[in-house]
């Protein structure tokens, strides 16, 4: 069986990536299956007993199925919570794609399954040479969208699915994903999107609280994955 992944990336950041990348794994390892979930760039560490570490890192591993080193799942982890390009340049660092490209490949050789976690939206900068649309161009997986649902939510899917597809890449599928309880006629909203985007919704779910292991393992009953074509079955 050939090694199946997909590049999850959103309308925003905070909008929900990591919660369907663990829902993702969650349902990958229920079927049986090696997963790993990889986040090659994150930018934003809080100390735990003397220990460097980043929620969406840890919520990614907690899901996954095997065990791989932190070096091989995040390339590149900076402190400042902010714009990955910025953080790279305060820390004196260059972010390259050839380190995240071998561990990737490397990681295929170890899991059946890869979900590829993105920083921030689709076009987000890593440094003056690429952005996050050049890694996911350069992995040259099919990418998950999530739509964080709230106001202006149909714009930044409509401007996302166009870059997507201007990058040559497949857009699998979408997620939506309620992250404004108060949110007007998200029914319209969600229709719109449903006939807007070219590719098929795999669900929306509801307001959860915080995004925690627990909540991505309960929140497989939310989505559809037969809807996808290349879902490993």
């Given at each position: ?56 890192i840890e919520q990614l591993q ?49 899991a059946d399954a890869i979900i ?109 994955f037969a809807s996808l074509s290349?879902?490993?079955?």
């Amino acid at each position: 069986m050939s090694v199946f992944s997909c590049f999850v990336t959103g309308t925003d950041t905070d909008i929900g990536k990591t919660l369907v990348s663990a829902t993702l794994l969650h349902q990958l390892k229920r079927q049986g299956l090696r997963t790993v979930g990889m986040k090659p760039v994150a930018a934003g560490c809080v100390l735990q007993q003397g220990q460097r570490s980043n929620a969406d890192i840890e919520q990614l591993q907690q899901a996954s199925s095997i065990e791989t080193p932190l070096e091989m799942r995040c390339q590149y982890l900076f402190d400042p919570f902010c714009a990955p390009h910025i953080a790279a340049a305060r820390n004196g660092v260059q972010i390259e794609l050839a380190p995240i490209v071998q561990q990737y490949h490397a990681l295929q050789t170890l899991a059946d399954a890869i979900i590829i976690e993105g920083v921030g939206g689709f076009c987000v900068p890593l440094s003056a040479q690429y952005d996050t649309a050049d890694l996911a161009q350069r992995l040259n997986a099919p990418v998950l969208l999530v739509v964080g649902l709230r106001l202006g939510c149909i714009n930044h899917a409509l401007l996302t699915q166009e870059a997507v597809r201007a990058r040559g890449l497949q857009l699998l599928g979408w997620v939506g994903n309620l992250i404004d309880p108060h949110m007007a006629y998200p029914d319209e909203n969600i229709a719109t999107l449903k006939q807007k985007l070219h590719a098929p919704c795999l669900g929306i779910i509801p307001r959860l609280t915080c995004s925690t292991p627990q909540q991505a393992g309960q929140a497989v009953r939310y989505l559809d994955f037969a809807s996808l074509s290349s879902w490993p079955h």
